[in-house]
């Protein structure tokens, strides 16, 4: 292969004034790329300027290598897909994911400043060092270097820095919209990495998602009357724990969960808690619960749901027969002709991916890792990634990496180490050496 032998060593290691410089400016921007619509709508185009402030000299416009293009589908909130092109069109290594909002961040409950980058010995502290602005950074940093090189590729780099539609109350906006405008039709040609987990070890298995909201519906009365009343609260406890049951008896530990190193099997729990109101000595006649299922990849999102849907069913058939809690807390009403009831609804589902260990990006990834980290300890979550398990589907090498920490993911006083990204530089340039030695 000639001088790209040394591909690596050219890209050398990541250059520090460089990276925090621009990873400052990101910080800078965090408190306006905050994502909990709908007070809080993120404009990740203010992250994108500071990437296109770094990378449009580099630019085909500019006489550059780098190949920009700036994807939007409703304004102020745009993706960025930068290639850096290689001489065999069907050749590709791809880093993907790295989303451009953050969580929102509380400064009163903060020790230093989110919104401004600070630096304690070899933490980088701010809302998104950690997730995601601090892979942006580092992977901005790579692009600049390999149009600095202007080094002669097989493959071509691709980047795509993402719109998240995670909370969002618009629909097709997200990284899905562009997998379905064709924007990942030519990422087959090799392993696609997906930038968006923590701790410097390749994440080897995520979670499948399934938002769930239960209402409880009962009779309203006065408390001093509670014979006359269904108590939808009281309806809303007794009910989930057979549901719950039933779901782990359904969906118990997969002899996989050990293998992929799964910490927890799949879950499902109540996670929020409300009702209309009303005085205290009234007994209400409507709550609403609402939880998620984490769900290994090993169960299919739709089989859940189907079940879930079942459980209620058959608890509205048969709800005279719910445990109570004392001789008037019942949940029929025959004289009145009144039954208590549960409603079902689902949230947007995100399966789980298990990512292929035979693979030539697993493997690329793994000596990558062992060669700047020192050691290889996979690990699986069941935190959610968009769209990967659709790519696996369709004939993609999806792996997951991050170079975060897993300790201050969407935390208060949340931060990163320079070592850690600086090593993630290091992989990533392995990365692409070793699949131009593939040649």
Not at 106 to 115: G, L, R, V
Not at 247 to 260: G, L, N, R, T, V
Not at 320 to 326: A, Q, V
Not at 385 to 392: G, H, R, T, Y
Request: glycine letters at 10%; charged letters at 20%; proline letters at 6%.
């Amino acid at each position: 292969m000639g001088s790209n032998a040394s591909v690596k060593d050219i890209l050398g290691e990541l250059q520090k004034g460089s990276y925090i410089s621009l990873l400052s400016k990101l910080i800078g921007e965090s408190q306006y790329v905050q994502n909990n619509p709908p007070d809080l709508i993120p404009k990740e185009d203010l992250v994108g300027g500071h990437v296109r402030e770094v990378l449009d000299p580099y630019s085909t416009e500019n006489g550059g290598p780098l190949i920009i293009k700036q994807v939007s589908y409703t304004p102020g909130r745009g993706h960025l897909i930068i290639r850096y092109p290689g001489s065999d069109s069907a050749k590709v290594v791809s880093f993907v994911g790295s989303h451009m909002d953050v969580v929102p961040a509380d400064p009163s409950a903060w020790t230093f400043d989110p919104f401004s980058l600070s630096i304690s010995g070899d933490q980088l502290r701010g809302r998104g060092t950690t997730d995601c602005l601090g892979h942006v950074a580092l992977l901005t940093e790579l692009l600049k270097k390999l149009a600095q090189t202007k080094l002669k590729l097989k493959n071509s780099v691709v980047v795509i820095f993402i719109v998240s539609e995670e909370n969002s109350s618009i629909q097709g906006i997200g990284v899905e919209q562009l997998r379905k405008d064709g924007y990942f039709n030519d990422l087959k040609g090799g392993p696609l990495y997906w930038v968006d987990t923590a701790d410097s070890q390749p994440c080897i298995g995520t979670g499948g998602t399934i938002p769930w909201f239960i209402k409880t519906i009962g009779h309203l009365f006065h408390s001093g009357l509670p014979n006359k009343a269904i108590n939808a609260l009281e309806l809303a406890m007794d009910a989930l724990k057979p549901i719950q049951l039933n779901f782990y008896k359904d969906f118990p530990p997969h002899p996989k969960e050990q293998e992929y190193k799964f910490e927890t099997p799949s879950t499902m729990k109540p996670t929020q808690w409300s009702y209309p109101g009303g005085g205290l000595n009234q007994i209400p006649g409507e709550c609403s619960l609402a939880g998620d299922v984490r769900l290994t990849p090993f169960y299919d999102v739709k089989d859940v749901v189907a079940k879930i849907s079942g459980y209620v069913n058959y608890i509205n058939e048969h709800v005279e027969d719910l445990e109570s809690r004392g001789p008037v807390s019942k949940y029929t009403l025959p004289d009145e002709g009144l039954r208590g009831k549960l409603e079902v609804s689902y949230g947007e589902l995100i399966s789980g991916i298990a990512c292929d260990l035979n693979s030539r990006g697993y493997k690329v990834l793994y000596n990558a890792t062992k060669e700047v980290i020192g050691e290889v300890n996979p690990y699986s979550i069941t935190g959610s990634l968009p769209l990967v398990k659709d790519l696996q589907e369709n004939g993609y090498d999806v792996q997951t990496i991050g170079y975060g920490l897993t300790a201050t993911y969407h935390a208060n006083d949340e931060y990163c180490n320079y070592s850690d990204m600086a090593n993630g530089y290091k992989v990533f340039a392995s990365i692409i050496s070793q699949l131009e030695e593939d040649y």
